[in-house]
């Protein structure tokens, strides 16, 4: 399965974003799916997964309430809404998905990443 996300830029602190990852070249409920970030001088990290059906989700603890992750079947779009952006959100944002149902954080776990969509926010 192929992923590309969109959505990143330059924002400000306090303003919310919705990043998206298009997926193609596979059946999207066949995939569970997660969305990672790597901020500069650090490792990627888990922010969120959702899991193959509707309803099961899991969240970095320091994320929640502020992001949300959503999915699309008709669509075939794995979505990340943020809101109240801070300056330590700037990272590269990449969507990855696994075939596995079970929920995981741990990169190792997912066979397939998108290229990224650097998200830079300004205080």
């Known amino acids: 399965v192929r992923l590309v996300e969109s959505g990143g830029g330059l924002v400000q602190a306090g303003s919310s974003l919705r990043l998206s990852c298009e997926t193609s070249g596979g059946t999207f409920t066949r995939y569970f799916t997660a969305w990672f970030r790597q901020s500069p001088g650090k490792q990627r990290e888990f922010v969120a997964a959702?899991?193959?059906?509707?309803?099961?989700?899991d969240y970095l603890d320091s994320v929640k309430g502020r992001f949300t992750i959503s999915r699309d079947s008709t669509k075939n779009v794995i979505y990340l809404d943020i809101a109240s952006l801070k300056p330590e959100d700037t990272a590269v944002y990449y969507c990855?998905?696994?075939?596995?149902?079970?929920?995981?954080?741990?990169?190792?776990?997912?066979?397939?990443w998108g290229q990224g969509t650097r998200v830079t926010v300004s205080s």
């Open positions: 959702h899991s193959r059906f509707p309803g099961g989700t």
């Open positions: 990855a998905a696994k075939v596995r149902d079970n929920f995981s954080r741990a990169r190792s776990a997912y066979e397939y």
